[in-house]
């Protein structure tokens, strides 16, 4: 059983920065793609970012110049650096693996952006 473990979350002013970090037990970094996902209330979840198994990343529109997705296999940790955060970036931030055969999700880390 795969379990992610979402860390770094909490309250930050308009224009300033967070690193979510998502733990993964076992070494499974190089066989699956990791994704960043968020849900703001009432809204759907959306994916933020992604890394591929061989390290290609991705990124929704509304985040890309700001928000920055890492992993470090070593530690069998994703990283989502984000800066000039908005209110809008205000949400439960969940770390996604998808695998050969099941995929996973974490708990949650709550994001919010207000002064």
């Known amino acids: 059983q795969v379990q992610l473990v979402e860390s770094g979350g909490g309250l930050v002013q308009p224009g300033g920065s967070l690193r979510l970090s998502c733990t993964v037990s076992g070494n499974i970094l190089s066989l699956y793609v990791v994704d960043w996902y968020r849900q703001a209330p009432g809204k759907q979840r959306e994916e933020v970012a992604g890394?591929?198994?061989?390290?290609?990343?991705n990124y929704e529109d509304a985040v890309k110049g700001r928000f920055t997705i890492s992993r470090d296999i070593t530690k069998n940790t994703v990283y989502l650096q984000m800066s000039s955060l908005k209110p809008e970036d205000t949400a439960i931030y969940y770390c996604?693996?998808?695998?050969?055969?099941?995929?996973?999700w974490g708990q949650g880390t709550q994001v919010a952006v207000a002064s």
């Open positions: 996604h693996a998808n695998g050969p055969l099941s995929e996973y």
């Open positions: 890394i591929s198994k061989s390290g290609y990343t």
